[in-house]
């Protein structure tokens, strides 16, 4: 059994940019969900992707988006970024949507410059 | 807005037991009490979680006070690789993810 992982470790942007995260999750694990982990702060939930769909969303703007595929891999996608969206972003697997023993990849450090 | 508070920061001897407490005084009868670690550039990683009886692991216990208004998770003798921030979080069903206050930094000293 593999555990979470993301893709790539560190990445540095520039303002406008767009970016694509990607996150490989626990086999078996059909719910992923996307955290934003800005410095010296708790991650904030951004959504949940459950059997390809998003089936939740916490408080971001539409130019976050995600998309999840059959084979327990997800992305994480953010158009014309911010200076704020420079944080750790955590991707994390479940069994279930509302099931919140949710399993942690290592997160991808996003610079935006 | 997260429905707990917790200390900012707490110190334990290392091979002593480490109690973090939690206030959780909204929680509503249908939420869970989960307990979640991060350790430095890692993500959080999954602990333990109650309705309301105690609970135990092989990592931890968790003690829920009988009128659900607050908890206490013990590590029982913590190492220095239990230094970390400890997030505890009061969530119901659905898919609305977990919401994560600021957490206790535990700090194990040798």
């Known amino acids: 059994e593999t555990g979470v992982t993301q893709s790539p470790t560190h990445l540095i942007k520039t303002r406008g940019q767009q970016v694509t995260l990607r996150c490989s999750s626990q086999s078996g694990h059909n719910t992923v969900s996307w955290y934003q982990q800005a410095l010296g702060q708790g991650p904030q939930f951004i959504f949940q992707?459950?059997?390809?769909?998003?089936?939740g969303r916490g408080n971001f703007p539409p130019r976050f988006s995600g998309l999840q595929f059959p084979n327990y891999s997800s992305e994480l996608n953010v158009n014309a970024l911010e200076l704020d969206d420079s944080a750790l972003y955590l991707c994390?697997?479940?069994?279930?949507?509302?099931?919140?023993?949710?399993?942690f990849g290592p997160g991808t450090r996003l610079t935006v410059t | 807005d997260a429905k707990t508070t917790q200390p900012t920061s707490m110190d334990c001897a290392e091979g002593r037991a480490a109690n973090l407490p939690c206030n959780h005084s909204?929680?509503?009868?249908?939420?869970?009490v989960y307990w979640y670690r991060q350790i430095h550039s890692q993500g959080p990683q999954y602990i333990i979680h109650g309705l309301k009886n105690n609970e135990t692991n092989e990592m931890a216990s968790l003690i829920i006070t009988e009128d659900r208004k607050s908890s206490t998770l013990i590590l029982p003798h913590a190492t220095l690789r239990d230094t970390a921030v400890y997030y505890c979080?009061?969530?119901?069903?659905?898919?609305?993810?977990?919401?994560f206050g600021k957490g206790t930094h535990l700090i194990i000293q040798p």
């Open positions: 979080i009061v969530t119901g069903g659905g898919a609305d993810g977990l919401t």
């Open positions: 994390a697997s479940s069994l279930a949507p509302g099931i919140h023993e949710q399993y």
């Open positions: 909204t929680i509503s009868g249908n939420e869970y």
């Open positions: 992707y459950y059997r390809e769909e998003e089936n």
